[in-house]
């Protein structure tokens, strides 16, 4: 019965490389949602996705970043070029179809870019 | 827009004193979701309880409890009898179904410290 599973949960890049952080639901999910931890501060929206597509991206910047939620396999927040002020914690979400069920969270990834 | 305001960025008490974490919302949505999440140093997120909008009861379970009060757009938490293991940062989250799916808006945190 597993949970969200979030890898890595360390990941460190130098600038300009690329990160891929991997997200997998809870099985049965079909909804995911990834969030983004600044240093010392709450979690903000980034992405809403359901199985090959993206729904609100409202929250990711417009460039560099991008998420996909293929229909066979876990769903990847890619950062091509990395900064510095990309380091924080990244946390996907996953819930069932229905709207009004609770989102469960993993671990995070922790990003640090050196 | 919505939108999660906790006005306590630290609070510090003593083993045993019962502490008050504030949470007050902004909505337009007749519909929403009302959570709070707690973050140990570890640093993943513990999901601690959800409240839906038309359900006004205040809650307990354990040490902890809730109170909404709707007509102030209050979510207020209160850990009764403290411990040092509280020690945490506690969120407060809303969602909303505009838009579609129930993306959630969270506050920025409560650093909650509890020392013997």
């Known amino acids: 019965n597993a949970g969200v599973m979030q890898n890595p949960r360390h990941l460190v890049r130098r600038r300009g490389q690329e990160a891929r952080l991997r997200c997998s639901p809870v099985?049965?999910?079909?909804?995911v949602y990834w969030y983004r931890q600044l240093p010392e501060e709450g979690l903000k929206f980034m992405v809403y996705?359901?199985?090959?597509?993206?729904?609100?991206e409202s929250g990711m910047p417009k460039e560099r970043f991008s998420a996909e939620f293929p229909k066979e396999g876990p769903s990847i927040l890619r950062i091509q070029q990395v900064v510095r002020g990309d380091s924080a914690a990244y946390f996907c979400?996953?819930?069932?179809?229905?709207?009004?069920?609770?989102?469960?969270f993993g671990d995070g990834t922790r990003l640090s870019i050196l | 827009a919505q939108k999660v305001t906790q006005a306590q960025t630290e609070i510090s008490v003593v083993e045993k004193e019962d502490v008050t974490l504030d949470c007050v919302y902004e909505?337009?949505?007749?519909?929403?979701?009302l959570f709070w999440y707690k973050q140990p140093p570890s640093g993943e997120l513990v999901f601690l309880i959800r409240?839906?909008?038309?359900?006004?009861q205040n809650e307990i379970s354990g040490r902890y409890s809730w109170n909404f009060q709707k007509s102030t757009s209050s979510f207020n938490f209160t850990i009764t009898a403290s411990q040092v293991v509280d020690s945490a940062v506690y969120f407060c989250?809303?969602?909303?179904?505009?838009?579609?799916?129930?993306?959630?808006?969270f506050g920025t945190g409560t650093q909650l410290k509890v020392e013997l």
């Open positions: 979400a996953s819930s069932p179809a229905q709207v009004d069920q609770p989102q469960h």
């Open positions: 409240r839906n909008s038309f359900d006004e």
């Open positions: 989250a809303l969602s909303g179904l505009t838009g579609g799916g129930n993306k959630l808006t």
């Open positions: 909505t337009r949505d007749t519909t929403y979701y």
């Open positions: 099985k049965g999910h079909s909804h």
């Open positions: 996705l359901q199985k090959e597509n993206i729904i609100d």
